[in-house]
């Protein structure tokens, strides 16, 4: 990309600018009912930004970078399209919110694609990423202690125990996971800033065991394990740094997880029957999904479709699968399903060749046990670290074709 057309550059400096900033707010406004607001604040300046590059690729046509990712993301998109013409969703407008977002997370890959081709783009970019993610987990646990249950110290909810803008725990883990290996790996690159990043690392990590996420606390010490055996085997990192990395980031997190507390989790682990309720929705949804194998209900229509099929009455709505990938096959049908399987397989080697990638594969991993992916902005964090995989596997190909 040093060689791209100066217009080229800017429009990739500015991209990752806006692109960025779109993340940011769709975070900080998470919480907001009003839907124009959430989700349509940061889905608009999304297909704005792609309106953007559109009209400048017309004016001035340059190289745009493709991935294999793009195809099941438009074939998601024009699945519910389908549904909604075909007449197979009970809920055209819950399709039709179901179909945007799918575009959204689309065109959000595909800018990161394009934004971080660039290798001094991308650093920036995942490092503006990184930043806000560790100034939010500091705020996210201050206001757990302080905030007497309102967001930000100012909107009262009557959610329970909130972590800045989010309001659960398994989400806010989600986000965490997908960042918590960019400071391990930053940490590992070594020099005068490992100590800074090993800092990050450890203060976002204690944020989930404070939040109490189970599945999310199992699964972020994990993907540190992986990152950490990842760089090793791949000889990217000394066994010096890796082993001093080891230390200092347990060592600390073991200290700021005793600031934070661990009571909490160590409770909920306690729990003779953790799959309680979530045993018996993920039965009904496996129902639904044989009562309408091949289309399923429509994208966006779990809430609506579930009570026919509940096989236990709890007494209140039952809006999410508490499995990401039994409720796509509920709502979309098994096709449907295979798509993000098949995205979730392809990220697998891609994830582990960036190492700093990894924390996809753990929401991936999450979507097993939760419902993370059912939040359009954790879906649009993970489909814009996706395009950043995709970007920096398809550059490092490029680099080894070269030189054979």
């Given at each position: 990309?040093?060689?791209?057309?100066?217009?080229?550059?800017?429009?990739?400096?500015?991209?990752?600018?806006?692109?960025?900033?779109?993340?940011?707010?769709?975070?900080?406004?998470?919480?907001?009912?009003?839907?124009?607001?959430?989700?349509?604040?940061?889905?608009?300046?999304?297909?704005?930004?792609?309106?953007?590059?559109?009209?400048?690729?017309?004016?001035?046509?340059?190289?745009?970078?493709?991935?294999?990712?793009?195809?099941?993301?438009?074939?998601?998109?024009?699945?519910?399209?389908?549904?909604?013409?075909?007449?197979?969703?009970?809920?055209?407008?819950?399709?039709?919110?179901?179909?945007?977002?799918?575009?959204?997370?689309?065109?959000?890959?595909?800018?990161?694609?394009?934004?971080?081709?660039?290798?001094?783009?991308?650093?920036?970019?995942?490092?503006?990423?990184?930043?806000?993610?560790?100034?939010?987990?500091?705020?996210?646990?201050?206001?757990?202690?302080?905030?007497?249950?309102?967001?930000?110290?100012?909107?009262?909810?009557?959610?329970?125990?909130?972590?800045?803008?989010?309001?659960?725990?398994?989400?806010?883990?989600?986000?965490?996971?997908?960042?918590?290996?960019?400071?391990?790996?930053?940490?590992?690159?070594?020099?005068?800033?490992?100590?800074?990043?090993?800092?990050?690392?450890?203060?976002?990590?204690?944020?989930?065991?404070?939040?109490?996420?189970?599945?999310?606390?199992?699964?972020?010490?994990?993907?540190?394990?992986?990152?950490?055996?990842?760089?090793?085997?791949?000889?990217?990192?000394?066994?010096?740094?890796?082993?001093?990395?080891?230390?200092?980031?347990?060592?600390?997190?073991?200290?700021?997880?005793?600031?934070?507390?661990?009571?909490?989790?160590?409770?909920?682990?306690?729990?003779?029957?953790?799959?309680?309720?979530?045993?018996?929705?993920?039965?009904?949804?496996?129902?639904?999904?044989?009562?309408?194998?091949?289309?399923?209900?429509?994208?966006?229509?779990?809430?609506?479709?579930?009570?026919?099929?509940?096989?236990?009455?709890?007494?209140?709505?039952?809006?999410?699968?508490?499995?990401?990938?039994?409720?796509?096959?509920?709502?979309?049908?098994?096709?449907?399903?295979?798509?993000?399987?098949?995205?979730?397989?392809?990220?697998?080697?891609?994830?582990?060749?960036?190492?700093?990638?990894?924390?996809?594969?753990?929401?991936?991993?999450?979507?097993?046990?939760?419902?993370?992916?059912?939040?359009?902005?954790?879906?649009?964090?993970?489909?814009?670290?996706?395009?950043?995989?995709a970007a920096e596997s398809t550059r490092a190909g490029i680099q080894q074709q070269a030189i054979g």
């Amino acid at each position: 990309m040093s060689n791209s057309p100066a217009p080229a550059r800017l429009l990739l400096s500015v991209s990752a600018c806006w692109l960025a900033g779109a993340l940011w707010v769709a975070v900080l406004v998470m919480w907001v009912p009003a839907r124009w607001i959430n989700p349509s604040l940061f889905q608009t300046a999304l297909l704005i930004l792609l309106l953007g590059w559109g009209i400048s690729l017309a004016c001035r046509p340059f190289g745009v970078r493709l991935s294999p990712v793009l195809i099941p993301m438009l074939l998601a998109v024009g699945w519910g399209l389908l549904q909604i013409a075909a007449g197979h969703t009970i809920g055209p407008w819950n399709t039709w919110m179901a179909v945007l977002n799918w575009l959204v997370c689309l065109s959000a890959f595909f800018l990161a694609l394009q934004v971080c081709s660039s290798q001094s783009v991308r650093q920036k970019f995942l490092g503006a990423l990184l930043y806000f993610g560790f100034v939010l987990s500091v705020v996210s646990v201050i206001q757990y202690f302080s905030s007497n249950g309102k967001i930000f110290w100012f909107y009262e909810t009557y959610y329970g125990d909130l972590l800045g803008p989010f309001v659960n725990r398994d989400r806010y883990a989600a986000f965490i996971e997908l960042l918590l290996p960019l400071a391990v790996v930053k940490a590992l690159g070594g020099g005068g800033r490992s100590w800074k990043f090993i800092l990050m690392g450890a203060a976002m990590f204690a944020s989930v065991i404070a939040g109490a996420s189970r599945a999310g606390s199992l699964l972020a010490t994990a993907e540190v394990g992986a990152v950490l055996a990842a760089g090793w085997v791949k000889g990217r990192f000394s066994q010096d740094r890796i082993g001093n990395v080891i230390a200092g980031f347990w060592v600390i997190a073991v200290i700021f997880t005793s600031v934070v507390g661990w009571v909490v989790l160590w409770n909920r682990f306690q729990d003779p029957d953790p799959f309680r309720g979530r045993r018996e929705i993920l039965s009904s949804t496996i129902t639904m999904v044989k009562a309408r194998p091949c289309f399923g209900f429509g994208l966006g229509n779990f809430q609506t479709a579930y009570p026919a099929y509940a096989l236990v009455d709890f007494g209140a709505v039952v809006n999410h699968a508490h499995n990401d990938w039994a409720q796509w096959a509920a709502e979309g049908g098994i096709p449907f399903a295979l798509l993000p399987f098949g995205i979730a397989v392809w990220s697998v080697p891609k994830a582990f060749k960036t190492v700093w990638g990894i924390g996809v594969v753990a929401v991936f991993l999450h979507c097993l046990v939760d419902f993370p992916l059912q939040d359009p902005v954790i879906m649009l964090w993970l489909f814009t670290l996706l395009g950043a995989i995709a970007a920096e596997s398809t550059r490092a190909g490029i680099q080894q074709q070269a030189i054979g």
